[in-house]
């Protein structure tokens, strides 16, 4: 499947500014890219992680509910691809606090054109980009950097009844992983995800 790749600091169609606050779009609609203004001098920098009122005008008008962290100790850690059902579906926003990883978004929409396609971003501590997943789509990542520490937040609580997961090395997905199946750092539950072509519809 084609992917939508960002690197830092790349120009991506649809570039829309609010505030302190500049969403980026990609070719797959849904996921955006969010870059904030830092306000730096020799003491470090200050910004604005989030704005309700900077966010809708943005077009990203999703009421939070919960915020959740992870550390991972390794390199090569993936977490993923996981992702709820309604009536308990989850948008996430996704950021890195310390180190770096590669995040990834699997269109699980039944309709959309992109469906089984992914974006594909880096975000890290230093470039602070921030990651907008939509509801239907499944989300993982992979550290770059050891004790690496992702905080995100979400627009549901958890629930096991409608939690859910997609093979993160299916190759009908086509993600380029930066760790093979030998490297990666597993939970026993996303070692046994189904394939794309296994899942039920999910989305519409």
């Keep these: 499947m084609r992917a939508?790749?960002?690197?830092?600091?790349?120009?991506?169609?649809g570039q829309q500014s609010s505030g302190n606050f500049t969403a980026r779009r990609f070719s797959i609609a849904g996921p955006v890219l969010v870059e904030p203004r830092r306000f730096g001098d020799n003491r470090g920098y200050f910004l604005e992680s989030y704005s309700t009122r900077d966010f809708a005008a943005l077009g990203l008008e999703d009421a939070f509910v919960q915020d959740n962290q992870s550390l991972s100790a390794k390199v090569g850690t993936l977490r993923g691809l996981h992702f709820q059902l309604q009536?308990?579906?989850?948008?996430?926003?996704?950021?890195?606090?310390?180190?770096?990883?590669?995040?990834?978004?699997?269109?699980?929409?039944?309709?959309?054109p992109s469906f089984g396609q992914h974006v594909a971003v880096e975000l890290s501590a230093e470039n602070c980009l921030q990651f907008y997943v939509p509801v239907g789509f499944a989300h993982g990542f992979c550290?770059?950097?050891?004790?690496?520490?992702?905080?995100?937040k979400v627009t549901d609580f958890y629930a096991p009844e409608c939690d859910r997961g997609l093979a993160w090395n299916d190759p009908a997905l086509g993600i380029s992983w930066p760790v093979d199946e030998a490297g990666a750092e597993l939970s026993a539950k996303d070692q046994k995800q189904p394939l794309l072509a296994d899942l039920p519809p999910c989305f519409d």
């Design 4 to 13: 939508a790749v960002a690197n830092p600091g790349e120009a991506l169609p």
């Design 87 to 112: 009536p308990r579906a989850q948008a996430k926003l996704v950021r890195v606090l310390a180190g770096a990883i590669l995040d990834v978004a699997v269109d699980l929409r039944r309709g959309s």
């Design 143 to 152: 550290t770059l950097r050891p004790d690496t520490v992702v905080a995100y």
